[in-house]
């Protein structure tokens, strides 16, 4: 059985940092989109770092330069390091992972993915 598990979230002011991590568990081959979503209230998931084939990343533009992802394959573990963080930033967080039959364009829907965790909590304070 597939599973993701993130963990990290918490409440920051802004300006802080946060360090999400996503352990795999269940995995018998390679994804080819790996990474991270955000859903806020009232508003729709998007994507906001992921592994798009290989180590190709795609970053959401309101997060870059401020947001990276990164892993370990020994540990079966993805990471989103968040720094700079905004109120806007505020969502639950979720990580995705597909069964690695996506073609890499299509790593930024979240329709692509097949395996999500609980996700984890982020808030912002100003």
């Known amino acids: 059985q597939v599973r993701l598990v993130e963990s990290g979230g918490g409440s920051v002011q802004a300006g802080g940092s946060l360090r999400l991590s996503c352990a795999r568990s269940?995995?018998?081959?390679?994804?080819?989109?790996l990474g991270w979503f955000r859903q806020a209230p009232g508003k729709e998931r998007e994507a906001v770092a992921v592994?798009?084939?290989?180590?190709?990343?795609y970053y959401a533009d309101s997060v870059k330069g401020r947001f990276t992802i990164s892993r370990d394959n020994a540990k079966n573990t993805v990471y989103l390091q968040m720094n700079s963080l905004k109120p806007e930033d505020t969502a639950w967080y979720y990580c995705a992972a597909d069964r690695g039959q996506r073609a890499p364009r299509d790593c930024t829907g979240g329709d692509s993915y097949n395996y999500w965790g609980r996700g984890t909590r982020v808030t912002v304070s100003s």
């Open positions: 592994y798009a084939g290989g180590d190709s990343t």
């Open positions: 269940g995995y018998t081959y390679s994804s080819t989109c």
